[in-house]
């Protein structure tokens, strides 16, 4: 099934992608970006490894791959209030992948942005706020993750 759009044509940054690396092991690596959005008032109401399930249940032998279910309550509310469709996005993720052992990969996908793309939110005011000021909190999550002090 040919999509409607090119996704090739849409920018990483059009879609909000956030990404960083991080020089630790794995486990220290979920807790440090759990941490840096914890800090920006993220919580995190879901999170698992599919690796360790795929590993299990289909022998498939994948390195390690966590994903941390964010959200930011404010953000949420907001965003609930302008479109209740975006409700199938939650939770924000964030995901940490071992590229090799003491260097994880840390990526995230602005929902918000995706939304708009996907025609799932409005062309409004009030939605291009919620995508400046979620994308601001996430950024400032990530420069939380900065090791290099």
């Not at 209740?84 to 590229?99: H, K, M, S, T």
Request: proline share 7%; glycine share 8%.
């Amino acid at each position: 099934m040919p999509l409607p759009i090119d996704p090739s044509e849409i920018a990483p940054e059009d879609r909000g992608e956030k990404r960083a690396t991080l020089e630790m092991d794995h486990e220290e690596g979920i807790e440090h970006v759990r941490e840096a959005f914890v800090e920006e008032g993220f919580g995190v109401p879901a999170e698992f490894s599919p690796a360790e399930m795929l590993n299990e249940k289909v022998d498939a032998d994948r390195d390690p791959y966590y994903v941390l279910g964010a959200c930011h309550p404010e953000m949420a509310n907001r965003a609930l209030e302008e479109s209740l469709e975006i409700g199938g996005l939650f939770p924000c993720n964030v995901i940490i992948r071992q590229e090799s052992p003491g260097t994880q990969q840390v990526y995230h996908l602005s929902i918000m942005r995706v939304a708009r793309l996907a025609g799932m939110a409005p062309d409004s005011e009030a939605w291009a706020e919620i995508v400046g000021d979620t994308g601001a909190l996430v950024e400032r999550a990530m420069a939380n993750l900065d090791t290099s002090e």
